[in-house]
């Protein structure tokens, strides 16, 4: 039987070192930025979340250690991104119990139905969201692996660490009658109670949001994407010069050797290039993984201010990286992108649908999500010319869409969790009156994971090197798209077609 290669990726020693190098930098910053913000929103609770997020990073690790999972870069993102959603679990219970303390409940008893009346919600919203990273596992490839893994090991951790750990340090702390404040002056500020009549915008919610939804498609449609090779197949190199080039240069230089032009792009300096091609034959000889070297040592040589003395020298000096996928497996990757998303918006619809007993829910959470995902396939199609990196769809950003896909299901799980107590507990209170309370309510959390998940991410886009640039850049854009959808489209969505079916019941 002989053995055919079908991919391949090398990353160099350099650029692996940098990789790292900026992944440890985003999560030391991205904690430090988290434990300034706990404090000062949170004050002596923000100290408990942070003990309790210290062990959450903690069991990542020995999890990941223990069962010899190999840490991708992806994997280090999500790590990142881990930190920041981890939060969401402690600002959901302490905005609960603040809630209780406004009921006029007392200190020990406001801490124990925080924690109870916000189970439903912290499982609702982890369990959809575990149900996008294993499936991103599944049907994943490579490093998009150890992202779904990170994801899934943080979801468990998560719930050990806000859940359990934090409800340890509480009751150690009441049966020492010793207080724990949970606002600041500054959150004082921002958690005044107020009922926003969010329905009564719904119209104007929907016009934005069909135009954004319609100039999203009309630009997928009319410009498409920028593929990568994870998805056309080819071959990408990161090639490093010894001076600042020109890439419409190199391109030209290429494309008169290989016949087709090849996409050449900056790679977090103007004197580093990713080429990509898809050419696989030249003059009735395959280009392998040695004639695609000679090939660029030959045409690049005259772009270095002192070339290598050899082909052995370029390789090891500057070729940093390399990536083949044939095209059949490409194929593969595309076609398990789209089925796996698929069948997470069906489980998803399942689950909601089952949890809330109305399939209304469960259509206004899947709308919100397609509207997500097209708004930011559009930008990625609009984009891919203009934004100073690399715009191309490739197994990071399918990533990135089903790691917003889980975010976005988990803020809209989390309003409809209040929605769902609220009818119960005030069946008689008009439905549009409830929901405006619901979605106030819970108004505070959302801001406050939307903050702490964004300025990780934006870290990570910083601060996370070359490589990360298009998925944290996907990401900002889906926590804002997401926030916005579970308030003003999942939730109108789901009460118009509430009312539809029910008229004045």
């Known amino acids: 039987a002989q053995v055919q290669v079908t991919s391949s990726d090398f990353v160099g020693p350099t650029l692996g070192k940098r990789s790292m190098r900026s992944g440890l930098m985003s999560l030391a910053i991205g904690m430090g930025a988290i434990v300034v913000f706990m404090l000062l929103y949170y004050g002596g609770s923000g100290v408990i979340a942070l003990a309790a997020l210290i062990l959450n990073l903690f069991y990542i690790i020995s999890c990941l250690a223990g069962f010899g999972a190999t840490l991708t870069l992806p994997g280090m993102a999500g790590i990142v991104l881990t930190v920041g959603m981890a939060v969401d679990a402690n600002v959901i219970i302490f905005e609960r119990i603040k809630e209780e303390v406004r009921k006029g409940k007392g200190y020990k008893l406001a801490i124990q139905d925080g924690f109870n009346r916000s189970y439903s919600a912290i499982i609702d919203a982890n369990v959809t969201t575990f149900i996008v990273a294993f499936l991103l596992y599944k049907g994943g490839f490579g490093p998009v692996k150890g992202f779904a893994i990170v994801l899934m090991i943080g979801i468990l951790t998560t719930l050990l660490a806000a859940v359990v750990i934090a409800r340890i340090g509480f009751n150690y702390l009441s049966q020492q009658d010793r207080k724990v404040t949970f606002d600041t002056s500054l959150s004082k500020v921002f958690s005044a109670q107020k009922v926003y009549k969010f329905l009564s915008m719904r119209k104007i919610s929907y016009a934005i949001s069909g135009v954004l939804v319609a100039a999203s498609i009309a630009a997928i449609v009319t410009q498409s994407f920028d593929l990568g090779v994870d998805f056309k197949g080819g071959r990408s190199y990161t090639v490093e010069f010894d001076q600042n080039i020109d890439a419409t240069d190199v391109?030209?230089?290429?494309?008169?050797?290989?016949?087709?032009?090849?996409?050449?792009?900056?790679?977090?300096?103007?004197?580093?290039?990713?080429?990509?091609?898809?050419?696989?034959?030249?003059?009735?000889?395959?280009?392998?993984?040695?004639?695609?070297?000679?090939?660029?040592?030959?045409?690049?040589?005259?772009?270095?201010?002192?070339?290598?003395?050899?082909?052995?020298?370029?390789?090891?000096?500057?070729?940093?990286?390399?990536?083949?996928?044939?095209?059949?497996?490409?194929?593969?990757?595309?076609?398990?992108?789209?089925?796996?998303?698929?069948?997470?918006?069906?489980?998803?619809?399942?689950?909601?649908?089952?949890?809330?007993?109305?399939?209304?829910?469960?259509?206004?959470?899947?709308?919100?999500?397609?509207?997500?995902?097209?708004?930011?396939?559009?930008?990625?199609?609009?984009?891919?010319?203009?934004?100073?990196?690399?715009?191309?769809?490739?197994?990071?950003?399918?990533?990135?869409?089903?790691?917003?896909?889980?975010?976005?299901?988990?803020?809209?799980?989390?309003?409809?969790?209040?929605?769902?107590?609220?009818?119960?507990?005030?069946?008689?209170?008009?439905?549009?009156?409830?929901?405006?309370?619901?979605?106030?309510?819970?108004?505070?959390?959302?801001?406050?994971?939307?903050?702490?998940?964004?300025?990780?991410?934006?870290?990570?886009?910083?601060?996370?090197?070359?490589?990360?640039?298009?998925?944290?850049?996907?990401?900002?854009?889906?926590?804002?798209?997401?926030?916005?959808?579970?308030?003003?489209?999942?939730?109108?969505?789901?009460?118009?077609?509430?009312?539809?079916?029910?008229?004045?019941?």
């Open 251 to 505: 391109a030209d230089k290429l494309e008169a050797k290989l016949g087709k032009r090849p996409t050449v792009k900056t790679y977090g300096s103007e004197a580093t290039l990713q080429i990509t091609t898809s050419v696989e034959n030249l003059d009735g000889v395959a280009l392998n993984d040695d004639a695609m070297a000679a090939l660029l040592y030959g045409e690049l040589e005259t772009f270095y201010a002192s070339p290598s003395a050899s082909l052995d020298d370029f390789r090891q000096d500057y070729i940093k990286g390399t990536s083949m996928i044939e095209t059949s497996v490409a194929d593969d990757i595309r076609k398990s992108a789209v089925f796996g998303g698929s069948i997470g918006v069906l489980l998803i619809f399942v689950y909601i649908f089952i949890r809330f007993r109305k399939w209304q829910f469960g259509f206004g959470a899947i709308a919100a999500i397609l509207h997500d995902a097209l708004i930011i396939l559009g930008l990625f199609a609009i984009l891919k010319t203009v934004m100073p990196f690399s715009m191309e769809m490739n197994r990071n950003i399918i990533a990135a869409l089903l790691t917003i896909i889980g975010y976005s299901i988990n803020d809209t799980v989390v309003v409809f969790d209040r929605i769902r107590e609220y009818i119960t507990e005030r069946p008689k209170t008009a439905l549009e009156e409830n929901v405006n309370e619901a979605v106030s309510s819970t108004l505070s959390r959302t801001l406050m994971t939307s903050v702490t998940t964004l300025l990780v991410v934006l870290i990570l886009f910083f601060f996370g090197g070359p490589d990360l640039k298009s998925l944290s850049f996907a990401l900002i854009v889906g926590i804002i798209v997401g926030t916005y959808s579970s308030i003003f489209v999942a939730t109108p969505l789901a009460v118009d077609f509430l009312k539809r079916q029910e008229g004045n019941k």
